[in-house]
């Protein structure tokens, strides 16, 4: 950045080297005298305050070159045979330059300003030398913007061109990016969805078969009419069992913690930030013993606040906010208004991400919050450390939180 920063005064000062050269030439084919030491000069300093102020307002600077070709034709008409071609350069060069940086063109209404400026040369012709004197003003207006209209329009078409195919292939690299991090995120998403899956089939079928495993050991251990031999013998594969019982639990643990990952709010944030996404962390200390249950909602709803932002607030500024206090954690994602729209205009998405996590905060004692703010949309979940399940709300006029994908927000359904 300090480069390319640093090279637009050595730029400036080339381009205006260029639209000096004609200026040079033409005020210096003969005797010098006054008027060309003015229009020297004169012209020098309306040029370098023109590249000066090129890329603030390029289509003010194209409409003082046209207005300075104009002056200088009233002062230097084609029909004395001293017409000047430097105003020409000028305002072709300027002309291609507002057409590559101009957001948005108006070239209509710079031509018809134009024209209608132009209209002066052959008033003042008339006023000045009568009928003839019109003739030829009339005749030089036209020259005039025949000239503008074969130079500039040319140049200001293709620099308008490149600025729309530089856009495009700018907007294009932002679509792949915004895809390849969307679609790492739903690769995540997938993988703790399928660890969450395989640690409760392992605990809905292997935790019950153990369990009545353990039962029939307890039963044959009591049992009268075995020896005391086969009862230790029962004794022991219930100790067995049991042992087993607690490696299933801590396996399932892991699968549902995600190896530490599911749980560790600051490398999910870091995996998104390293994805491409603009998100920033801002959370307190962990205090010592925070239940796991609370630290697994809380993890799930930094994810899915950070793949909705993905999908629905493309390159928009995403915060995530992890407060404690007292016996509850707060969690709470907003993001700014989206800079690309993810869908067609007017489509909505099922909306089944803020259910399903509704439940899974539910599920801990929390309450679960989605909705616009100031800056865009927000998604905010209270967890207390010590919490029972809540039944959700069952009131008729609830609606379902979900995107609206136009401004990158929830809208109720």
């Known amino acids: 950045m300090r480069t390319r920063q640093g090279s637009r005064p050595a730029a400036a000062a080339a381009l205006w080297g260029l639209l000096v050269v004609p200026l040079v030439i033409e ?75 101009a957001s948005r063109g108006r070239p209509a209404l710079l031509t018809a300003v134009t024209a209608a400026g132009l209209l002066v040369t052959p008033l003042i012709g008339l006023v000045s030398a009568g009928r003839f004197g ?17 130079t500039a329009t040319p140049a200001w078409l293709l620099g308008r061109y490149l600025h729309q195919r530089a856009a495009l292939v700018a907007a294009g690299w932002e679509r792949a990016a915004l895809l390849e991090r969307q679609q790492l995120l739903e690769a995540e998403r997938a993988r703790m969805a399928e ?15 153990w369990t009545l495993i353990a ?25 067995g069992v049991a042992t087993a019982t607690e490696h299933l639990h801590d396996v399932i643990t892991v699968l549902r913690a995600g190896a530490g990952e599911r749980t560790d709010i600051t490398a999910l944030v870091e995996r998104a930030a390293a994805a491409g996404m603009p998100v920033e962390l801002v959370a307190d200390a962990e205090p010592p013993g925070l239940p796991l249950p609370v630290r697994q909602a809380a993890h799930r709803v930094v994810q899915e606040g950070l793949t909705n932002a993905a ?103």
């Open 27 to 101: 005020t210096a084919t003969g005797p010098w005298n006054w008027p060309d030491v003015a229009e020297l000069t004169g012209g020098g300093a309306l040029l370098a305050a023109l590249v000066a102020l090129r890329r603030r307002a390029p289509l003010g600077v194209l409409g003082a070159a046209v207005a300075t070709a104009q002056v200088v034709e009233l002062l230097a008409p084609a029909t004395s045979g001293s017409a000047r071609l430097w105003p020409l350069v000028a305002t072709t060069v300027f002309a291609y330059l507002a057409g590559r940086r």
């Open 134 to 150: 019109l003739l030829l003003a009339a005749y030089d207006w036209f020259s005039l913007v025949l000239v503008l209209l074969l």
């Open 195 to 209: 660890r969450a899956r395989i640690a409760q089939d392992m605990h809905d079928s292997l935790g019950h078969e």
């Open 215 to 239: 039962l029939r050991a307890a039963a044959l251990e009591v049992s009268p009419h075995l020896d005391d031999e086969s009862r230790a013998t029962a004794r022991d594969l219930r100790a």
């Open 311 to 413: 999908k629905h607030a493309r390159g928009a500024p995403v915060t995530v906010r992890v407060e404690h206090v007292d016996d509850t954690t707060s969690v709470t994602i907003t993001n700014g208004q989206a800079r690309t729209t993810s869908t067609a205009p007017g489509h909505r998405t099922g909306g089944i991400g803020l259910p399903a996590l509704d439940e899974r905060v539910r599920a801990v004692g929390g309450t679960l919050q989605a909705g616009p703010d100031r800056a865009g949309f927000a998604v905010t979940a209270v967890i207390p450390h010590e919490g029972t399940p809540t039944e959700p709300p069952t009131a008729p006029d609830v609606a379902r939180p979900r995107w609206s994908a136009p401004a990158g927000r929830f809208a109720g359904a």
